[in-house]
């Protein structure tokens, strides 16, 4: 695990794109931080910044491990993916954006989405 020093201008998408190559996995950093609010980051904070996981579906991943593959707006959701973000709708802002980086972890590490 890494750390860094928020810079003026910084947003956690351009930490992620630093540290993962990808501004959608802000949200790893938002998990590991328990950032409540992802659009206000303090000039001088340490934010942890998780390691990308060594294994990935139970082989080990290259070099540069590539974004896991595109959700939300940008791919048609799973059934289960839609009824996932109506129960996260309901619940407290907070709450669903934790849900989400856990679901995300989850899904970067190789744990299947859908639970039944």
Do not use: W
């Not at 896991?68 to 619940?91: D, Y």
């Not at 407290?92 to 039944?116: F, K, P, V």
């Amino acid at each position: 695990m890494a750390t860094y020093t928020v810079r003026p201008g910084d947003t956690l998408g351009k930490i992620a794109k630093k540290f993962y190559g990808d501004a959608r996995r802000f949200t790893l950093i938002v998990s590991a931080n328990s950032i409540v609010n992802p659009d206000k980051l303090t000039v001088g904070k340490d934010l942890l910044i998780p390691d990308v996981p060594a294994v990935v579906g139970g082989e080990p991943a290259p070099a540069e491990t590539p974004a896991p593959p595109v959700t939300g707006a940008l791919a048609a959701p799973s059934p289960t993916a839609k009824l996932n973000e109506q129960r996260l709708a309901q619940v407290h802002t907070i709450l669903a954006i934790r849900g989400r980086c856990m679901i995300e972890l989850c899904a970067y590490a190789g744990i299947a989405r859908s639970i039944s």
